[in-house]
């Protein structure tokens, strides 16, 4: 499985940025569930947000319920992040993931880089 994440930019606090990830190579398992995490700089990675791949069921990071959208669109492959109201503190690379047949993140994108300025 590969996942290839755009998307990223400089944005303004208070703006808008979309994220996409791009699956390729094997089909993905009904079971799969696709995440985003980011990392900050000096930081570790946190999760974002997640979406099971068969059913559309979300999750999200607390602090980020109400301003950060997954969705994904099982015909194109592709897995959307929608973050709105951005502060600087949403500064970071962000990463897309997919499980494996381990349930565990198996497999990553190579980051895109957001970066909200004051």
């Given at each position: 499985?590969?996942?290839?994440?755009?998307?990223?930019?400089?944005?303004?606090?208070?703006?808008?940025?979309?994220?996409?990830?791009?699956?390729?190579?094997?089909?993905?398992?009904?079971?799969?569930?696709?995440?985003?995490?980011?990392?900050a700089?000096?930081?570790?990675?946190?999760?974002?947000?997640?979406?099971k791949?068969?059913?559309?069921?979300?999750?999200?990071?607390?602090s980020?319920?109400?301003?950060?959208?997954?969705?994904?669109?099982?015909?194109?492959?592709?897995?959307?992040?929608?973050?709105?109201?951005?502060?600087?503190?949403?500064?970071?690379?962000?990463?897309?993931?997919?499980?494996?047949?381990?349930?565990?993140?198996?497999?990553?994108?190579?980051?895109?880089?957001?970066?909200?300025?004051?």
């Amino acid at each position: 499985v590969q996942l290839q994440a755009s998307g990223g930019g400089l944005v303004q606090a208070g703006g808008s940025l979309r994220l996409s990830c791009a699956v390729s190579g094997p089909t993905l398992s009904s079971s799969s569930v696709m995440g985003w995490f980011r990392q900050a700089p000096g930081k570790g990675r946190e999760f974002v947000a997640a979406i099971k791949w068969n059913d559309g069921t979300t999750g999200y990071a607390e602090s980020l319920k109400g301003r950060f959208t997954i969705s994904r669109d099982n015909a194109k492959n592709t897995v959307t992040l929608q973050m709105s109201s951005l502060k600087p503190e949403d500064t970071a690379v962000y990463y897309c993931t997919s499980t494996g047949p381990s349930s565990s993140y198996d497999y990553w994108g190579q980051g895109t880089q957001v970066t909200v300025s004051s």
